[in-house]
């Protein structure tokens, strides 16, 4: 049997690259396309009027700060009055001792809490979790 000409070999190889590149474009598409409607979903959610909401009005915050004390990953409490976040602050500690935790009244931090060295390692808690823990609304 003969084998093609070495030209010919090469437009096939040329041919099977150009179909290969058309396979991932298509997949690369289904994935932006699958993404973009996944992010459509959360921010068609955050729009919902009924969402429950944190009042921010209220002085007192108990906060969960990420592990380089940057940014608040989560807001556990809002409360009117010192005594009560006092008490919000140290459940929050008691529930996940291994996060940070700071009680502010506005920009003054009145408490904070910050792991042992030997716990920071630990897996963080799942954020589902804190859409389940959402704090009860205030009742005024």
């Known amino acids: 049997m003969s084998q093609p000409p070495q030209e010919d070999r090469g437009e ?19 994935t ?6 996944r992010i459509d979903g959360l921010l068609r959610e ?6 429950i909401d944190i009042p921010f009005q209220m002085p007192f915050r108990v906060e969960m700060w990420d592990s380089d004390d940057q940014h ?11 005594s009560v976040a006092h008490g919000a602050f140290d459940a929050a500690i008691k529930t996940y001792p291994n996060y940070r935790w700071k ?19 630990i897996a963080h808690v799942p954020e589902a979790h804190f859409r389940l823990c959402q704090p009860a609304p205030v009742l005024s």
């Open 72 to 82: 608040i990953r989560w807001v556990a409490a809002t409360c009117d009055t010192v």
């Open 32 to 37: 932006s396309s699958t993404l973009y409607s």
């Open 103 to 121: 009680l502010r009244n506005g920009m003054l931090v009145l408490r904070k809490h910050e792991p042992s060295a030997q716990t920071d390692q």
């Open 46 to 51: 955050l729009a919902n009027p009924n969402l």
């Open 12 to 30: 096939v190889y040329t041919l099977g690259l150009l179909e290969q590149l058309r396979a991932e474009c298509k997949d690369l598409w289904g």
